[in-house]
């Protein structure tokens, strides 16, 4: 059994939404944060975890994790996504078994990485069973596919019995309707209705391409011929003519949404979002996003309008693994713009509050609840660990969800000083 109360000093403690405190020392007690700063509360016992930054739990706000069994991302980088789904739609097909080994090496691979929690689309016919054997926070929304009329009644009873069961270890349920082409407006309607009478959260993959774009403009382009050729078309599919700030108006009426990849919304949809930033959110999934060569994602301008933009891995079929700490890496490379404590802030505080919990998870400070990772920094780490968190290989060598210490994980690397080695962390 794991001490029900023990203090953790890091060379920095990230608390994220104050600055950073070089030597600091979080205190757990039951499973919770009880104190954050230079050394524990009345001078007890403190396990130093020598060079590292301890930050909360990182939340991966958009996985696929049955898609996990990509080696590789499909296709090669900069093909077009009306290109792309395809393969996916072949990539499932050919494989006999989407079954629950697949899923428990993604849940594995995120928490290997540092993530405690996360937003997981899950396809029809999932088994919770490998979530719940899991100690990772998974919300899982489960995907709604319906382009023709005939699919559509079977799509919402799925969303029906997906918000009425009750897997175990399960941390939230949600809707996904999956985007605007593949999903009829009475089914997108329905969805969101019965996720507001749930007070469940929903995502959609929205903007992603100015291919879409053009479809719900004209009803036309490369996605409708994509969507004829896979028999996944039908007439009134799209209410022509649309645009991304239609579909926001219709997600505003979730408890939560989620809006994934967002790459193309003008600046009056960002207002649009900014003006409801407590309960929709931008998904951006950085090395997704690199794998299909889509122009500069506008993240500093997204997040000066007040848009509350969170990062996700998005599956392994678009992006090389399931770090979220490499996606920050990556994004912390592609935006100079943005500053190194922003990108932290968009993984841990800005996730919690597109799904809601930012009561709990997400900061450092007391009252929360202790999901923690270390990662080590640089022997030397410059004045600002958070781009030495970013722009250094560290990585990440002890987690904790709720106060428990989540094993294994490989040693720190050479050079790297650990004072108390993983073994012997409470
Ligand atoms: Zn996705």
């Known amino acids: 059994m794991p001490p029900s109360s023990f203090s953790l000093r890091a060379r920095y403690v990230l608390p994220v939404t104050s600055e950073p405190i070089e030597h600091g020392v979080v205190t757990v007690a039951g499973g919770k944060i009880v104190a954050v700063g230079p050394a524990a509360p009345g001078g007890g016992k403190v396990h130093d975890l020598g060079e590292v930054a301890l930050l909360p739990g990182l939340i991966n706000a958009h996985t696929h994790l049955e898609l996990s069994d990509c080696e590789r991302p499909l296709g090669t980088t900069g093909l077009r996504l009306v290109d792309w789904i395809p393969q996916v739609v072949a990539h499932r097909a050919k494989r006999s078994d989407p079954g629950p080994a697949i899923v428990a090496g993604g849940l594995f691979e995120c928490l290997q990485a540092g993530t405690t929690a996360l937003a997981d689309t899950v396809a029809p016919g999932f088994s919770p069973a490998e979530f719940e054997r899991a100690p990772i926070r998974a919300a899982l929304f489960q995907e709604l596919i319906a382009p023709t009329p005939e699919r559509a009644d079977r799509a919402l009873e799925r969303a029906r019995r997906h918000l009425e069961s009750k897997p175990g270890g399960c941390w939230q349920l949600g809707l ?88 193309c919304l003008n600046a009056a949809e960002w207002d649009f979002l900014a003006e409801r930033r407590d309960r929709m959110s931008v998904v951006y999934c950085p090395r997704s996003h690199a794998h299909f060569d889509y122009p500069a994602y506008p993240l500093g301008k997204m997040l000066a309008a007040g848009v509350n933009v969170c990062l996700g891995t998005d599956s392994r079929a678009s992006a090389p693994d399931l770090s979220l700490l490499a996606e920050m890496r990556f994004a912390a490379e592609r935006h100079p713009d943005v500053r190194p404590a922003t990108l932290v802030e968009l993984a841990t505080r800005a996730a919690a509050c597109a799904l809601g919990c930012h009561a709990e998870l997400g900061r450092l400070v007391p009252g929360m609840k202790a999901d923690l990772t270390a990662v080590t920094l640089p022997p030397s780490p410059d004045a600002d660990p958070c781009e030495a968190l970013l722009h250094s290989g560290g990585r990440v060598v002890a987690t904790w969800i709720e106060g428990t210490r989540q094993p294994p994980f490989p040693t720190a690397p050479a050079g790297v000083r650990l004072v108390d080695n993983s073994a012997t962390l409470p």
């Open 176 to 263: 996904s309707p999956h985007a605007p082409y593949t999903v009829r407006p009475e089914l997108l309607d329905a969805a969101i209705d019965l996720a507001a009478r749930s007070g469940a959260p929903v995502a959609m993959h929205l903007a992603e391409s100015l291919e879409e774009v053009e479809l719900l403009a004209t009803g036309n382009g490369p996605f409708r011929a994509m969507l004829e050729s896979l028999g996944a078309w039908s007439d009134g599919l799209v209410p022509v003519p649309a645009r991304p700030l239609d579909y926001l108006r219709k997600l505003a009426a979730a408890p939560y949404a989620l809006i994934v990849h967002g790459n």
